[in-house]
């Protein structure tokens, strides 16, 4: 639909939110971008966003971060983003989602040893953006980022 936006994430911990409007045309033969990445970095997906919407960002270091998907800079033209996250040195994001601010559950975050922790605003605070998130575990590597159910993995 005309107006709608959508949200991305670089593993850095940058997010941006850009319309969707222009990628409706069909492209130019460099194609449409969307951001610009520093050198080795690169984006961990792209979701539809809503107003009021929560951003749920997990990092493989067992990071965690909930803030609010309007807080992620809207841009007009292609860049770079806002920090949502701030990472150490070796760390990384490796999963996000979007949900509603009532929802238990946004995402689910599956450690190397298969043990999955809940994120979401009823496990975790909703905070601002640029904090380096909550740990969810000591000494744990997280594999994967799930949806909240399996009725949303393909």
Same mark, same amino acid.
Not at 40 to 62: E, F, H, N, Q, Y
Not at 142 to 150: K, Q, T
């Given at each position: 639909?005309?107006?709608?936006?959508?949200?991305?994430?670089?593993?850095?911990?940058?997010?941006?939110?850009?319309?969707?409007?222009?990628?409706?045309?069909?492209?130019?033969?460099?194609?449409?971008?969307?951001?610009?990445?520093?050198?080795?970095?690169?984006?961990?997906?792209?979701?539809?966003?809503?107003?009021?919407?929560?951003?749920?960002?997990?990092?493989?270091?067992?990071?965690?971060?909930?803030?609010?998907?309007?807080?992620?800079?809207?841009?007009? *033209?292609?860049?770079?983003?806002?920090?949502?996250?701030?990472?150490?040195?070796?760390?990384?994001?490796?999963?996000?989602?979007? *949900?509603?601010?009532?929802?238990?559950?946004?995402?689910?975050?599956?450690?190397?040893?298969?043990?999955?922790?809940?994120?979401?605003?009823?496990?975790?605070?909703?905070?601002?953006? *640029?904090?380096?998130?909550?740990?969810?575990?000591?000494?744990?590597?997280?594999?994967?980022?799930?949806?909240?159910?399996?009725?949303?993995?393909?």
């Amino acid at each position: 639909k005309p107006g709608t936006f959508a949200l991305a994430m670089s593993r850095g911990g940058f997010g941006l939110r850009f319309s969707l409007d222009p990628h409706r045309e069909l492209s130019t033969r460099s194609g449409r971008k969307f951001a610009k990445l520093a050198d080795g970095d690169d984006i961990v997906g792209v979701i539809p966003s809503r107003k009021k919407d929560i951003l749920a960002v997990v990092t493989r270091d067992s990071r965690t971060l909930l803030c609010e998907a309007d807080d992620v800079a809207e841009l007009a *033209g292609p860049g770079r983003g806002v920090t949502v996250i701030k990472l150490e040195d070796d760390d990384q994001v490796i999963g996000f989602g979007l *949900g509603k601010a009532d929802a238990d559950t946004i995402v689910r975050a599956e450690t190397d040893s298969g043990k999955t922790h809940k994120v979401g605003p009823g496990h975790d605070e909703v905070v601002s953006r *640029g904090s380096k998130g909550r740990a969810i575990g000591k000494r744990t590597k997280i594999a994967r980022v799930l949806p909240a159910d399996d009725s949303q993995v393909n």
